[in-house]
């Protein structure tokens, strides 16, 4: 549906000339939930607005519903755009307007009649759940109802696809939650493609199909959502993950931590598992068939998409080759396994 | 004060408005689209136009710089043009309008300038048009700025219109300097000085009560 090959965007020229965008494919699948991810600067906000020109690409070809935009005219472009709906960090409501004319906007720029505007706004009031809004203007709502005005107003041209530049970035977790929820609800209804840019883990493992890893301009990683989180393939993702998951050892196990093993050490373990390894009872068996104690020091199970990924802090006691064993078993079994250090025995 | 002089204040009041809602409503006429096009054709702008929008800032700048009493003496050869006459009050009107054009353009530009980018953005990815921009995003938006603009302009123009008795215009601002101050009739003055006190007190009022119903932030 949309189709990014090669985009290149570099702004001012000679010496002066910075690349947002270097040489960006990607490709979304109709119907499908595409998040971008970066930190800031990375040229997330440029990706976005080259899908419909916004900012024009200084390469590359923009294919969106099978229409290559850079090859369109003024006039072209702009009707290409009602296919395109769009939704911002901070809205861009019109302060003059009520929440229902704010909705009828992009409608009455294409001349549609008053009738029918009626007819098409109302049902979008109601998918937002604004019915009861309609004669307020943005000033009286809060942030997520806002955001739900502009979800309604960006499918009001009944588009194809659904642009989203950081739309949950001004909201608090919970309203994040509801907004993505609607999200979600649209694309599954009207299967809308959505392509979105943000910088939250949060927002990609909730809703996103396929992630894109986005690095100085340049598309670092793609993958599926479920891939990306199981095993991420670059180093940034993995920090991102990491970041992410926030699966660190607790203060007063790093500083017992020792580099090297002793005499009289445990080593101290961080696994990931994904797929089968979830629902496998590995640590028992660990237990019984390396006759070695796990002490699980940090645990937690993610569910993202149909998958699973559960990630673990341990200490592996028992002597130093019952301890390698139970290491080797581990791998053998599928498991992303790092040993972060050993500790001194205390019993 | 005799009939005579009251009935001289009352046609000196009508001739300060006549003059006033003329001159107001046409440099809003033309002031309000020339603001429109020093705004979009800024650099970076809907309707970017660099070279324009230098000449027409130019021209503006100049308008806005020669002071009024000299304007109005000057432009005589176009007042007597356009107003058949280069005294009375009609022949008065034209360097009204012509000093408050320039005057408006700056402060509509400026109540644009008002307008977060990001509309003007959003109603670009809807596929609008710079014309659609421009009446259903920037005019509306900034209407609370373009209000108190008009309303200043407005205030402007009762002082400057005091100024008109100079080509014979007549108006409460002639009345007070002719009776007033070459008559020594305190009466005179303190009654026209009292007159525009209270029609700028009431012009900034409806003007300020305007601002707030059409402001929804």
Do not use: W
């Not at chain 1, 002066?16 to 971008?36: E, N």
């Not at chain 1, 392509?195 to 340049?218: N, P, R, W, Y």
């Amino acid at each position: 549906m949309i189709t990014l090959k090669n985009v290149s965007k570099t702004y001012g020229s000679g010496d002066k000339a910075v690349v947002a965008l270097k040489d960006a494919s990607l490709t979304v699948p109709q119907g499908a939930i595409t998040g971008v991810i970066g930190l800031s600067g990375a040229g997330k906000s440029t990706l976005i607005r080259c899908v419909n020109l916004l900012e024009r690409p200084t390469a590359g070809s923009v294919v969106v519903d099978g229409q290559e935009l850079t090859e369109l005219d003024e006039s072209a472009l702009r009707s290409a755009r009602h296919q395109i709906g769009m939704i911002f960090q901070h809205f861009n409501l019109l302060s003059s307007r009520t929440v229902f004319a704010n909705v009828a906007l992009p409608l009455e720029l294409a001349g549609i009649s008053k009738d029918e505007i009626k007819k098409r706004v109302e049902p979008l009031l109601e998918l937002t759940g604004l019915s009861d809004k309609a004669g307020q203007y943005p000033a009286q709502l809060s942030g997520g109802q806002k955001q739900r005005v502009a979800i309604a107003r960006a499918l009001a041209s009944r588009p194809k696809v659904l642009l989203c530049d950081e739309a949950t970035s001004a909201l608090d977790p919970q309203t994040t939650a509801s907004i993505l929820e609607l999200l979600k609800d649209i694309n599954t209804k009207l299967g809308l493609t959505i392509l979105l840019i943000t910088h939250e883990m949060e927002v990609v493992k909730s809703i996103c199909d396929q992630v894109a890893l986005i690095s100085g301009g340049e598309l670092v990683e793609v993958a599926s959502v479920g891939d990306f989180f199981t095993a991420p393939q670059t180093r940034l993702g993995r920090e991102f993950l990491n970041d992410f998951l926030e699966l660190e050892p607790p203060r007063a196990l790093v500083e017992r931590l020792e580099a090297t093993a002793g005499p009289h050490t445990h080593p101290v373990v961080r696994l990931a598992f994904s797929g089968d390894a979830v629902s496998t009872p590995l640590i028992s068996r660990l237990a019984r068939e390396c006759q070695v104690d796990v002490s699980i020091l940090q645990a937690k199970v993610e569910s993202i998409q149909d998958r699973t990924l559960g990630l673990m802090i341990a200490e592996l006691m028992g002597d130093s080759r019952q301890t390698q064993q139970a290491l080797d078993y581990l791998e053998s079994h599928d498991l992303k396994v790092e040993v972060l250090g050993h500790v001194t025995r205390t019993a | 004060m005799s009939p005579a002089l009251l009935e001289l204040v009352l046609s000196s009041t009508l001739e300060t408005l006549y003059m006033v809602a003329v001159a107001g409503l046409i440099s809003a006429a033309l002031g309000i689209p020339l603001g429109v096009a020093l705004y979009t054709s800024r650099p970076g702008q809907i309707l970017a136009r660099p070279a324009l929008n230098s000449v027409l800032s130019i021209i503006t700048n100049i308008g806005r710089s020669v002071p009024f009493i000299i304007l109005m003496v000057a432009i005589i050869p176009l007042t007597r043009l356009i107003a058949g006459s280069s005294i009375g009050t009609n022949a008065a009107i034209v360097p009204l309008t012509i000093a408050s054009i320039p005057f408006v353009a700056r402060l509509i530009e400026g109540a644009l300038n008002e307008v977060g980018p990001g509309l003007v953005e959003a109603a670009q990815a809807m596929g609008a048009t710079p014309m659609q921009i421009i009446t259903k995003v920037l005019l509306p938006e900034a209407r609370g700025g373009i209000i108190n603009g008009l309303t200043i302009t407005v205030v402007t123009l009762i002082s400057y219109s005091a100024m008109a008795g100079t080509v014979g215009g007549g108006g409460l601002g002639d009345l007070g300097i002719r009776y007033g101050y070459n008559r020594f009739d305190p009466m005179v003055m303190l009654v026209t000085v009292v007159i525009l006190v209270v029609m700028v007190q009431g012009f900034q009022s409806l003007g300020d009560h305007l601002v707030r119903k059409s402001n929804h932030k």
